[in-house]
Nanobody, 118 residues
Framework: QVHFLESGGGLVQPGGSLRLTCKAS???????????MGWYRQAPEKQRELVAS???????DYADSVRGRFTISRDNARKSIYLQMNSLKPEETAVYYC?????????WGQGTQVAVSS
């Protein structure tokens, strides 16, 4: 059973933009709405890291490496979160995942692949 369904990845040139979408398909609204949700990424040979989070009250936070370039948002009616990524860099090539913050280990999805390359 898929808890989080990520989409929107692809191949983009350095400096380009992508918008990722995550649907929390198995969370009920009363659980999703107050939950802090996050976007994580895992590059080859590296540990998964949290890059952006958003609280139920829509307070956002970002890793220093993406601050000012990435924007996280949420739509509670759609039980979805989004990540707008601008000025992408080759080192940001990774699989991007969403999950709660802190993460629920049993709920990781397949993620969506982002490749930044010329």
């Amino acid at each position: 059973q898929v808890h989080f369904l990520e989409s929107g990845g692809g191949l983009v040139q350095p400096g380009g933009s992508l918008r990722l979408t995550c649907k929390a398909s198995r969370m009920i609204t009363s659980t999703f709405n107050p939950a802090t949700m996050g976007w994580y990424r895992q590059a080859p040979e590296k540990q998964r890291e949290l890059v952006a989070s958003i609280t139920g009250g829509r307070t956002s936070d970002y890793a220093d490496s993406v601050r000012g370039r990435f924007t996280i948002s949420r739509d509670n009616a759609r039980k979805s979160i989004y990540l707008q990524m601008n000025s992408l860099k080759p080192e940001e090539t990774a699989v991007y995942y969403c999950n709660t913050v802190p993460d629920s280990p049993e709920k990781w999805g397949q993620g969506t692949q982002v490749a930044v390359s010329s």
